[in-house]
């Protein structure tokens, strides 16, 4: 079965400064990867998803962006953060087109 | 738009009794649906799916049923525990498409 590795688990960061969230699987190969955002009260937005590497296709036009530099390797950018930007980052695999598994998420609080 | 409505934000049980979590959609292409359970500070986990060409899947305490002319489906837990306290997402896709989209989510709260 897959295993979904997102870090940190919480981040607190002024507005204007970087981001860099990292997330990794293992258990299967050349899997979709997904990042989503939940705001507080507030569904899941898919922001980014990638069926390979160097491939990103963007849902949302916002302040992030989003890189596959190896197959089971997924990273979620800014250049500077806006307070809009917090939220609860999870990154999902699936190979199969329908399910996907998440991994345990990031808090980011942008102050 | 949001082709993905979960229209009620909680809903409250005793446990020992039937959970009944709702999800309405509006994109006809859908053909395939699933629930994720999520835990605070957690990701979502998968629950349970369901295939256009059914109206019922069943899985021990997790039944999910689809009425795909009301555009409706819903998930009956039964018995309730209150380890099945958490918010339900609704998700659907289409066969040829690698996205899910979600619902808002229902907080479902078993009272002991």
């Known amino acids: 079965s897959q295993t979904i590795h997102q870090w940190p688990a919480t981040l607190v960061q002024p507005v204007g400064s970087p981001l860099s969230l990292e997330c990794t699987v293992e258990g299967t190969s050349n899997p979709n990867l997904y990042w989503y955002r939940q705001a507080a009260g507030r569904g899941l937005q898919l922001l980014f998803y990638?069926?390979?590497?160097?491939?990103i296709s963007s849902e949302v036009p916002q302040n992030l962006s989003a890189s596959r530099p190896q197959d089971r390797q997924f990273i979620l950018s800014s250049k500077k953060l806006l307070l809009s930007d917090s939220g609860f980052y999870l990154c999902?695999?699936?190979?199969?087109?329908?399910?996907?598994?998440f991994g345990p998420g990031t808090r980011l609080t942008v102050l | 738009d949001q082709q993905v409505k979960q229209n009620s934000p909680s809903l409250s049980v005793q446990e020992g009794r039937i959970s009944i979590l709702n999800c309405d959609y509006t994109n006809s292409m859908f053909d395939y649906f699933l629930w994720y359970k999520k835990y605070p500070a957690e990701g979502p986990t998968f629950l349970i799916s369901?295939?256009?060409?059914?109206d019922k899947n069943e899985d021990g305490r997790f039944t999910v049923f689809l009425n795909k002319s009301a555009k409706h489906l819903s998930l009956h837990i039964v018995p309730s525990q209150p380890g099945d306290s958490a918010v339900y997402f609704c998700?659907?896709?289409?066969?040829?498409?690698?996205?899910?989209?979600f619902g808002k989510g229902t907080l479902l709260t078993v009272n002991p």
């Open positions: 369901i295939s256009s060409i059914k």
């Open positions: 999902a695999s699936g190979t199969a087109l329908n399910e996907q598994f």
């Open positions: 990638s069926v390979g590497i160097g491939q």
């Open positions: 998700a659907a896709t289409t066969g040829s498409n690698y996205k899910l989209t």
